[in-house]
């Protein structure tokens, strides 16, 4: 391998924030936070820790994961840790929703995984390290640490004053590591947001002092123009060939200003090495040269990758996710073979209870469409961000309807009728970072058949479309910075959505594609 070799981030695209790392042997696995959506905490496993492949779900059972129907899109389950000791899987999380940390353990990392250990206890963040006398530590936001017996659930010491970074705001993501003689400890500071950046410090002891790293924060964005941003919350690991590596969340914002970013908060790679004994990170690229020495695999770049579902297996993939539970009684692959059957519980998207099935939007250029036999049902294809941002398309009566809703604000934007039976609905998203020279801000704006609501600033353009016989005809194109973070607010990203507000429904597949550029 040359020194010129590169991987591309984000290694695991789309809405997977908060990302915590373990190596057991050759594997790598990696979780990440869910927030509203059950099944809670996504697995993956790598090899590389380029290429990642998602394994299961950690909380993936009612008994483990209470998510009450009041959950908001930015409540539920907030940054895990993954940990391997002593022969096991350890993950911790905080499910704010309830407001109690939880603890889980497991032989396999694909599950499944026990029934939780409750700590009620302060802050968010929980991660867990073992000292050199085999106490277990539960280390959380703020920053302070608790001597624990993670099996039974008890505090035994606590809490203990760490160091809390440098001054910034909503010191977080703190990690505790033994590395030779000294106990460093990670902790993220200045919000998750274009404030965010890593800081360092270590200790002889796990109980402290700390000394500060002497560069902090040693990875930051804040204040460039660099395509990546908000870096942090990070974790170490190091990998089979003794090299150090740092996954972190960043975001890809678009458009002109202010830019917007879709598709939430994303999983990192960056390689680190040590100087004087402290860890040093350049920034971070999409991109990335790895370092000389890494194992070629390593450098193989991530597939674009799209994928198609067909409902002829016997569960749900994994990487499917609900709205805060997923009754029984909501869905079934055995209702009609080979189809997924949704059957409304709620009449609505604009408010909590609608049955729906999601997936993350993984590119800013991609199509998602779906086959769906409406029957005597209301049902269709969303991209969602929550309740109150969402724009949608579906099949009702004998009429596919476009439809959305923006804060306060619902609209119906096309409408087409179609002839009974199953119909094809697709949805697209194409970035829009700046204007075609030849069309001027004036010329959109006065053109009368300019896309709705697209504008210079706009991020990128939602077209939804239904197949008919003559082909696809576009029912609406909208305005995508109204599906943002920056607009809709919270920790969370967009997502495909099959749903059903009115009896029920059956879907023949599912099909996503990155859109080349």
Do not use: K
């Amino acid at each position: 391998m040359t020194d010129a070799a590169t991987f591309r981030n984000p290694v695991v695209p789309g809405f997977h924030p908060d990302p915590s790392v373990c190596r057991v042997g050759e594997d790598y696995y990696l979780v990440c936070s869910s927030f509203e959506y059950f099944p809670g905490v996504p697995i993956l496993h790598s090899r590389d820790l380029v290429n990642w492949r998602q394994i299961g779900n950690v909380l993936d059972r009612p008994s483990q994961l209470e998510l009450p129907p009041d959950t908001h899109a930015s409540g539920g389950v907030f940054a895990p840790t993954i940990r391997h000791h002593d022969g096991r899987f350890w993950m911790v999380t905080t499910n704010v929703s309830i407001g109690r940390h939880l603890l889980v353990t497991a032989t396999d990392p694909a599950g499944p995984w026990s029934e939780p250990v409750h700590f009620d206890l302060p802050h968010v963040d929980p991660s867990l390290a073992w000292d050199d006398n085999g106490d277990c530590w539960l280390t959380v936001s703020g920053v302070e640490s608790y001597r624990i017996d993670p099996t039974a659930g008890t505090v035994l010491e606590g809490p203990v004053p760490m160091w809390s970074g440098t001054g910034g705001q909503y010191p977080e993501a703190p990690h505790l590591y033994r590395i030779g003689d000294w106990w460093y400890l990670l902790v993220s500071e200045g919000g998750t947001h274009t404030g965010h950046a890593v800081s360092v410090a270590r200790s002889r002891n796990i109980r402290g002092p700390f000394e500060p790293g002497p560069v902090n924060p040693f990875l930051t964005h804040r204040s460039t123009n660099r395509p990546v941003q908000a870096t942090g919350h990070a974790d170490l690991v190091q990998a089979t060939d003794g090299s150090w590596w740092l996954v972190l969340l960043g975001i890809r914002a678009r458009g002109q200003w202010p830019p917007y970013h879709v598709l939430g908060r994303e999983t990192f790679l960056a390689p680190v090495r040590w100087v004087d004994g402290w860890p040093v990170v350049d920034p971070v690229e999409e991109v990335t040269v790895a370092p000389p020495g890494s194992p070629p695999a390593l450098a193989a770049p991530s597939a674009p990758g799209g994928y198609r579902d067909d409902f002829d297996t016997a569960a749900l993939a994994p990487q499917w996710m609900s709205l805060r539970d997923r009754p029984s009684s909501s869905w079934s692959l055995t209702d009609r073979p080979g189809w997924l059957t949704l059957h409304a519980a709620g009449s609505t998207l604009d408010r909590a209870g609608a049955t729906m099935v999601v997936r993350r939007q993984e590119h800013h250029d991609c199509r998602a469409g779906v086959r769906v036999d409406p029957g005597a049902g209301r049902a269709g294809l969303t991209l969602r961000v929550d309740e109150a941002h969402h724009y949608d398309i579906e099949v009702c009566d004998g009429r596919v309807r476009v439809g959305g809703r923006v804060g306060p604000f619902r609209q119906v934007f096309g409408e087409l009728s179609v002839p009974p039976g199953p119909v094809t609905l697709t949805i697209a998203t194409r970035t829009a970072d700046v204007l075609p020279p030849t069309v001027t801000a004036a010329d959109q704006v006065a053109a009368p058949d300019a896309p709705f609501g697209v504008r210079p600033a706009a991020c990128d353009t939602v077209s939804l479309a239904v197949l008919t016989d003559d082909g696809p005809v576009v029912l609406a194109e909208l305005d995508g910075r109204y599906l943002s973070t920056e607009v809709a607010a919270g920790f969370t990203g967009r997502v495909f959505g099959l749903y059903v507000t009115g009896g029920s429904a059956s879907f023949d597949w599912f099909d996503y594609r990155p859109a080349p550029r």
